[in-house]
Protein backbone atom coordinates (compact mmCIF):
# COMPACT_ATOMS: atom_id res chain seq x y z
CA UNK A 1 0.00 0.00 0.00
CA UNK A 2 1.22 3.57 -1.01
CA UNK A 3 2.21 5.95 2.02
CA UNK A 4 0.71 9.42 1.75
CA UNK A 5 2.79 11.93 3.08
CA UNK A 6 1.92 14.76 5.28
CA UNK A 7 2.74 16.68 8.43
CA UNK A 8 1.04 16.01 11.52
CA UNK A 9 0.13 18.39 13.43
CA UNK A 10 -0.40 15.83 16.76
CA UNK A 11 2.41 14.51 18.61
CA UNK A 12 3.98 11.08 18.09
CA UNK A 13 1.19 10.40 15.49
CA UNK A 14 2.84 7.88 12.66
CA UNK A 15 1.61 9.16 8.51
CA UNK A 16 0.59 5.40 8.53
CA UNK A 17 -0.18 2.88 10.42
CA UNK A 18 -0.29 -1.21 9.32
CA UNK A 19 -2.74 -2.73 11.85
CA UNK A 20 -1.37 -6.28 11.62
CA UNK A 21 -5.37 -7.29 9.54
CA UNK A 22 -3.77 -6.68 6.28
CA UNK A 23 -5.08 -3.44 5.67
CA UNK A 24 -3.20 0.12 5.80
CA UNK A 25 -4.58 2.80 7.72
CA UNK A 26 -3.49 6.34 7.05
CA UNK A 27 -3.53 9.41 8.96
CA UNK A 28 -4.23 10.67 12.25
CA UNK A 29 -6.99 12.40 14.52
CA UNK A 30 -8.06 16.31 13.41
CA UNK A 31 -5.56 16.26 10.18
CA UNK A 32 -6.41 19.48 8.02
CA UNK A 33 -7.16 17.07 4.58
CA UNK A 34 -7.40 20.64 2.58
CA UNK A 35 -7.30 24.32 3.99
CA UNK A 36 -10.52 25.33 5.25
CA UNK A 37 -12.73 21.88 5.05
CA UNK A 38 -13.33 20.07 7.91
CA UNK A 39 -11.10 17.69 9.37
CA UNK A 40 -10.86 13.41 8.61
CA UNK A 41 -12.52 11.20 10.86
CA UNK A 42 -10.63 8.05 11.18
CA UNK A 43 -12.47 4.74 11.09
CA UNK A 44 -11.00 1.25 11.23
CA UNK A 45 -12.80 -1.74 9.82
CA UNK A 46 -12.15 -5.13 9.99
CA UNK A 47 -13.77 -8.78 8.74
CA UNK A 48 -11.26 -9.82 9.59
CA UNK A 49 -8.90 -12.03 6.96
CA UNK A 50 -6.20 -14.31 8.64
CA UNK A 51 -3.93 -17.10 7.05
CA UNK A 52 -5.97 -20.62 8.00
CA UNK A 53 -3.12 -21.87 9.84
CA UNK A 54 -3.72 -19.48 12.30
CA UNK A 55 -4.66 -20.27 15.90
CA UNK A 56 -8.21 -19.12 16.70
CA UNK A 57 -7.08 -17.21 20.33
CA UNK A 58 -4.12 -15.72 18.59
CA UNK A 59 -6.17 -14.23 15.61
CA UNK A 60 -9.16 -13.13 17.92
CA UNK A 61 -6.40 -11.54 20.63
CA UNK A 62 -5.00 -10.07 17.40
CA UNK A 63 -7.97 -8.10 16.27
CA UNK A 64 -8.91 -6.78 19.78
CA UNK A 65 -5.11 -5.29 20.18
CA UNK A 66 -5.85 -3.93 16.93
CA UNK A 67 -8.45 -1.60 18.56
CA UNK A 68 -7.23 -1.25 21.50
CA UNK A 69 -4.20 0.52 19.66
CA UNK A 70 -6.72 2.06 17.51
CA UNK A 71 -8.63 3.72 20.10
CA UNK A 72 -5.23 4.75 21.50
CA UNK A 73 -4.04 6.52 18.18
CA UNK A 74 -7.09 8.43 18.18
CA UNK A 75 -9.46 6.49 15.95
CA UNK A 76 -12.84 7.53 16.26
CA UNK A 77 -14.92 4.53 15.16
CA UNK A 78 -14.51 0.76 14.74
CA UNK A 79 -16.08 -1.27 13.02
CA UNK A 80 -16.65 -5.10 12.77
CA UNK A 81 -17.69 -7.76 9.99
CA UNK A 82 -18.88 -11.49 11.57
CA UNK A 83 -18.96 -14.87 9.61
CA UNK A 84 -20.30 -18.74 10.82
CA UNK A 85 -18.76 -20.78 8.35
CA UNK A 86 -15.07 -19.08 7.51
CA UNK A 87 -12.17 -19.81 9.28
CA UNK A 88 -10.38 -17.04 7.50
CA UNK A 89 -12.76 -14.16 8.86
CA UNK A 90 -13.22 -16.09 12.42
CA UNK A 91 -15.52 -13.41 13.84
CA UNK A 92 -18.54 -15.42 14.50
CA UNK A 93 -20.28 -12.63 16.89
CA UNK A 94 -19.50 -8.97 16.44
CA UNK A 95 -21.19 -8.13 19.40
CA UNK A 96 -19.72 -10.55 21.57
CA UNK A 97 -16.53 -9.33 20.21
CA UNK A 98 -17.84 -5.34 20.68
CA UNK A 99 -18.69 -6.55 24.39
CA UNK A 100 -15.31 -8.06 24.91
CA UNK A 101 -13.61 -4.86 24.16
CA UNK A 102 -15.89 -2.31 25.92
CA UNK A 103 -13.44 -2.15 29.32
CA UNK A 104 -10.46 -1.74 27.01
CA UNK A 105 -11.03 1.17 24.93
CA UNK A 106 -11.89 4.81 25.69
CA UNK A 107 -13.16 6.94 23.44
CA UNK A 108 -13.58 5.21 19.90
CA UNK A 109 -17.21 4.38 18.80
CA UNK A 110 -18.00 0.45 18.32
CA UNK A 111 -19.93 -0.92 15.34
CA UNK A 112 -21.25 -4.17 13.43
CA UNK A 113 -20.26 -3.73 9.98
CA UNK A 114 -22.60 -5.44 9.96
CA UNK A 115 -24.65 -8.23 11.32
CA UNK A 116 -26.42 -10.25 8.60
CA UNK A 117 -30.10 -9.95 9.91
CA UNK A 118 -31.37 -12.62 8.05
CA UNK A 119 -29.38 -14.72 9.99
CA UNK A 120 -31.31 -13.63 12.87
CA UNK A 121 -35.00 -13.53 14.88
CA UNK A 122 -35.80 -10.36 14.80
CA UNK A 123 -36.46 -10.54 19.46
CA UNK A 124 -32.94 -12.07 20.15
CA UNK A 125 -31.31 -9.02 18.07
CA UNK A 126 -33.36 -6.48 18.85
CA UNK A 127 -32.68 -7.24 22.92
CA UNK A 128 -28.76 -7.75 22.18
CA UNK A 129 -28.74 -3.85 20.19
CA UNK A 130 -30.76 -2.75 23.12
CA UNK A 131 -28.52 -3.98 25.60
CA UNK A 132 -25.05 -3.43 24.29
CA UNK A 133 -26.17 0.29 22.81
CA UNK A 134 -27.17 0.64 26.76
CA UNK A 135 -23.98 -1.04 27.58
CA UNK A 136 -22.00 1.84 25.74
CA UNK A 137 -24.11 4.66 26.63
CA UNK A 138 -24.97 5.28 23.37
CA UNK A 139 -20.97 4.99 21.40
CA UNK A 140 -22.74 2.16 19.44
CA UNK A 141 -23.25 1.91 15.57
CA UNK A 142 -25.11 -0.81 14.63
CA UNK A 143 -24.34 -1.41 10.71
CA UNK A 144 -27.04 -4.28 9.06
CA UNK A 145 -26.70 -5.88 5.32
CA UNK A 146 -28.68 -9.33 3.77
CA UNK A 147 -25.18 -11.21 4.05
CA UNK A 148 -23.50 -11.82 1.49
CA UNK A 149 -21.12 -15.30 2.13
CA UNK A 150 -22.32 -18.32 0.55
CA UNK A 151 -21.54 -21.26 2.96
CA UNK A 152 -23.10 -18.92 5.91
CA UNK A 153 -26.56 -18.56 3.31
CA UNK A 154 -26.47 -22.35 2.88
CA UNK A 155 -26.31 -23.38 6.25
CA UNK A 156 -29.02 -21.12 7.58
CA UNK A 157 -31.20 -21.92 4.80
CA UNK A 158 -31.27 -18.53 2.86
CA UNK A 159 -30.06 -19.85 -0.42
CA UNK A 160 -33.80 -19.58 -2.31
CA UNK A 161 -35.38 -16.71 -0.48
CA UNK A 162 -34.94 -12.95 -1.44
CA UNK A 163 -32.20 -12.20 1.76
CA UNK A 164 -32.63 -8.34 0.86
CA UNK A 165 -36.78 -8.82 1.42
CA UNK A 166 -36.00 -10.58 4.48
CA UNK A 167 -33.46 -8.38 5.90
CA UNK A 168 -35.90 -4.81 5.49
CA UNK A 169 -38.79 -7.33 7.60
CA UNK A 170 -36.46 -8.09 10.27
CA UNK A 171 -35.10 -4.48 10.48
CA UNK A 172 -38.94 -3.38 10.40
CA UNK A 173 -39.97 -6.10 13.02
CA UNK A 174 -37.14 -4.72 15.04
CA UNK A 175 -38.34 -1.42 15.11
CA UNK A 176 -42.26 -2.51 15.97
CA UNK A 177 -40.22 -4.50 18.98
CA UNK A 178 -38.60 -1.77 20.02
CA UNK A 179 -41.45 1.45 19.52
CA UNK A 180 -44.63 -0.92 19.68
CA UNK A 181 -46.73 -2.00 22.74
CA UNK A 182 -47.24 -4.76 25.02
CA UNK A 183 -47.44 -7.87 24.53
CA UNK A 184 -45.72 -8.64 21.29
CA UNK A 185 -47.64 -9.93 18.27
CA UNK A 186 -45.76 -9.06 14.83
CA UNK A 187 -46.64 -11.32 11.91
CA UNK A 188 -44.39 -10.95 8.60
CA UNK A 189 -43.68 -13.52 5.71
CA UNK A 190 -40.45 -14.94 7.01
CA UNK A 191 -40.94 -14.21 10.84
CA UNK A 192 -44.35 -13.77 13.10
CA UNK A 193 -44.06 -14.00 17.08
CA UNK A 194 -46.36 -12.68 19.61
CA UNK A 195 -46.06 -12.92 23.83
CA UNK A 196 -50.29 -12.45 24.36
CA UNK A 197 -50.72 -16.03 25.63
CA UNK A 198 -47.75 -14.90 28.16
CA UNK A 199 -48.02 -11.01 28.84
CA UNK A 200 -48.32 -10.54 32.68
CA UNK A 201 -47.42 -6.64 33.40
CA UNK A 202 -47.78 -6.70 36.70
CA UNK A 203 -44.22 -8.97 36.81
CA UNK A 204 -42.64 -7.56 33.35
CA UNK A 205 -43.02 -10.98 31.60
CA UNK A 206 -43.62 -10.44 28.00
CA UNK A 207 -42.56 -6.99 27.28
CA UNK A 208 -39.03 -6.70 25.49
CA UNK A 209 -36.88 -4.24 27.00
Not at 82 to 111: K, N, W, Y
Amino acid sequence: MQSIQYQDPLANRPPQLDLGTGLGFIGAENTPIHSGHPSMRLAYFTQPVHPLNRGYGDVLQENLDAVILADKLGYQEALFGEHFTDVAEPITSCLMFIARLMGEVEQITLGTGVINLPVYHPVMLAGQIAMIDTLLDGKFIWGIGPGGLQSDVEVFGNSDIDRNEKMVEVFEQILQIWWGEAPLNVSGKFNSFTTEASYYPEIGQGIAP
